[in-house]
């Protein structure tokens, strides 16, 4: 085709633009997070609902200035907000992808990660596809020099004072072997309990095996759903399951709510994640404020 430039997504697609997209949409958070480390929100046609939420979002001041928020929006919604690219998840709804390709648009799937690797070819790809790979290239550069800092401070925590941590999610089959917290606790130099007990991501564990694992820390969720949802429900039905009273982290009290803004991220942000960890298990050597975000973007 003349003019323009070419992208190949993960599934091997060469999608085509015509010119650098100025009516974007994708349909994730990560997505969304990635992408408002790369363009301005005015470039944005909506973003995910839960963006505004700083118990879930990092970018919350820019995800303020957009008004339309979505959650699994159809295609009729998507061809309303008249998007010049659609960025779609390889776990998403895939069938919308061929549709909307049918009907015209750009779509660019992308990878689910499952590690901070892949975080970091999905902020290369999507930087691609909106024809800004400086910017990408800016992004990587910034987590990578987190990511060293960090680890310069927990290599200097000895093996005997290494500790564990079980994160006890709403999903519960999340935080096994092969999902982003694993990673992120590797480079946090925390032993992710789960993983070491060779539960893998998808499978859920049980109460029995968190005894047995003994974790020293549990990670308990905070998630709210702009407050309609009561997450202590949740918890009550561990820290206080008498089961569960002989766990490490039960007796002594090391009963966390890390902030879920980081500790579930999947874009560059995920770098704020592993120092939420550290900082949660090691303390205030690992300080960070709220909001904390990467960017390339001229302000």
């Known amino acids: 085709m003349v003019g323009g430039y070419t992208v190949t997504d993960v599934q091997g697609t060469v999608v085509h633009m015509k010119e650098k997209p100025k009516r974007i949409l994708t349909l994730s958070m990560e997505t969304d997070e990635?992408?408002?480390?790369?363009?301005?929100?005015?470039?944005?046609?909506?973003?995910?609902?839960?963006?505004?939420d700083p118990l879930d979002s990092t970018v919350v001041p820019q995800a303020k200035q957009i008004s339309t928020k979505i959650t699994d929006p159809p295609v009729e919604e998507i061809l309303a907000l008249k998007p010049d690219l659609v960025v779609i998840a390889d776990w998403g709804n895939?069938?919308?992808?061929?549709?909307?390709?049918?009907?015209?648009?750009?779509v660019v799937v992308?990878?689910?990660?499952?590690?901070?690797?892949?975080?970091?070819?999905?902020?290369?790809?999507?930087?691609?596809?909106?024809?800004?790979?400086?910017?990408?290239?800016s992004i990587?550069?910034?987590?990578?020099?987190?990511?060293?800092?960090?680890?310069k401070k927990v290599s200097m925590i000895p093996v005997e004072q290494q500790k564990s941590v079980v994160l006890i999610s709403l999903?519960?089959?999340?935080?096994?072997?092969?999902?982003?917290?694993?990673?992120?606790?590797?480079?946090?130099n925390v032993i992710n309990g789960m993983a070491r007990a060779g539960i893998h991501d998808g499978q859920p564990m049980s109460k029995e095996m968190l005894v047995k694992i003994n974790p020293d820390?549990?990670?308990?969720?905070?998630?709210?759903?702009?407050?309609?949802?009561?997450?202590?429900?949740?918890?009550?039905?561990?820290v206080q399951d008498p089961a569960l009273q002989s766990l490490t982290a039960v007796r002594e009290g090391h009963l966390v709510k890390p902030r879920e803004s980081y500790i579930y991220n999947d874009s560059q942000d995920v770098v704020f994640g592993v120092q939420e960890i550290a900082y949660a298990v090691y303390g205030e050597p690992f300080a960070q404020p709220n909001g904390c975000h990467i960017s390339a973007v001229d302000t």
């Open 171 to 188: 999903m519960n089959n999340y935080g096994g072997i092969g999902s982003t917290f694993d990673d992120a606790c590797k480079f946090a």
């Open 217 to 238: 820390y549990l990670f308990l969720p905070s998630y709210t759903n702009h407050g309609r949802y009561d997450p202590d429900v949740f918890i009550r039905e561990y």
């Open 34 to 52: 990635i992408m408002l480390g790369l363009v301005p929100p005015d470039r944005l046609v909506g973003v995910n609902a839960l963006l505004d």
């Open 94 to 106: 895939l069938e919308k992808a061929d549709m909307l390709r049918d009907m015209g648009i750009p």
């Open 140 to 151: 990587v550069r910034k987590m990578n020099y987190k990511l060293d800092d960090i680890k």
């Open 110 to 137: 992308c990878k689910g990660a499952r590690n901070i690797s892949d975080i970091k070819e999905t902020v290369m790809l999507l930087a691609e596809a909106i024809g800004e790979e400086d910017k990408g290239r």
